[in-house]
């Protein structure tokens, strides 16, 4: 009952601050302002992290690489606390660390399609109470380049944009199929890695 406790709060702190790296990174890449309390947060929140980062790792094609190495390597590191709670004897099997590796990517790609589901909820919570709200861009950007494609063949209907919907449900299709086999795929290829190690 303790182990599972503490599995939660690991997981809920690391998932929170992956997203959180996320975010910066997302943000970067689609040109979102960052003059509002949600980005000024995440970057406070993560500076720690990401500014030594950034000296080995220098950004490319207008990406901040270096947050998102921090939220792989923060889902590296929760999983390593995972399996240490469970067995310390499985972190010296060589296999172990590639699998990790795997696994951590595939959590980071799941966080990602989390992330544009929660950013797009909350633009059209906006767009329905307070469409000129300040921080309303950096949601925006970050949604944009996601709800265009919907926005081309969706028409509004009586002056509503369908369009978030259809690509939540769009995400929740991907997050219930392929990301499930995605990571159970990884799991099993971590779990032969170090069966085999």
Excluded: C
């Amino acid at each position: 009952m303790a182990t599972q406790a503490l599995l939660y709060v690991l997981e809920t702190i690391f998932n929170l601050f992956a997203l959180a790296a996320l975010t910066r990174f997302y943000a970067q890449a689609f040109r979102a302002p960052f003059r509002n309390p949600v980005a000024n947060f995440v970057v406070a929140l993560t500076d720690f992290a990401v500014k030594p980062l950034r000296r080995v790792v220098p950004g490319a094609m207008g990406l901040d690489l270096a947050s998102l190495i921090v939220a792989w390597l923060t889902q590296v590191l929760l999983l390593i606390a995972m399996y240490a709670l469970v067995s310390t004897a499985i972190l010296v099997s060589p296999g172990f660390w590639p699998g990790v590796a795997l696994l951590a990517l595939v959590k980071v790609v799941k966080l990602s399609i989390y992330l544009l589901m929660g950013v797009v909820f909350i633009l059209a919570i906006m767009s329905w109470m307070n469409p000129y709200h300040p921080i309303r861009p950096f949601f925006e950007a970050l949604a944009r380049p996601f709800l265009k494609p919907f926005q081309r063949i969706i028409p509004l209907v009586g002056g509503v944009d369908l369009s978030p919907l259809a690509l939540l449900l769009l995400l929740q299709v991907i997050l219930m199929v392929p990301m499930v086999w995605l990571e159970g795929e990884a799991g099993r290829a971590l779990s032969r890695m170090v069966g085999t190690g």
